[in-house]
């Protein structure tokens, strides 16, 4: 191989390992987003069963239409 080539895989290798650091740190970021929204999520759930079990029960009627 020629001096040339070997500096043009140098060159491809050297993209190819910025590409998968910035690739692995979006995947950082991505599931540290992940985590944050399954925790809001969780914590509406929370609220939402609390006010759930506030509300007094339905009443069981019949439709105006029997």
């Given at each position: 191989m020629d001096e040339?080539?070997?500096?043009?895989l140098e060159e491809t290798i050297a993209h190819q390992q910025i590409a998968l650091e910035e690739l692995s740190d979006e995947l950082r970021?991505?599931?540290l987003a992940i985590d944050a929204l399954e925790r809001a999520l969780?914590?509406?759930?929370?609220?939402?069963?609390?006010?759930?079990a506030?509300?007094?029960?339905?009443?069981i009627t019949k439709p105006p239409h029997y």
């Open positions: 040339a080539h070997i500096l043009k970021r991505q599931g969780r914590r509406l759930g929370d609220r939402c069963e609390t006010i759930e506030a509300l007094p029960a339905p009443e």
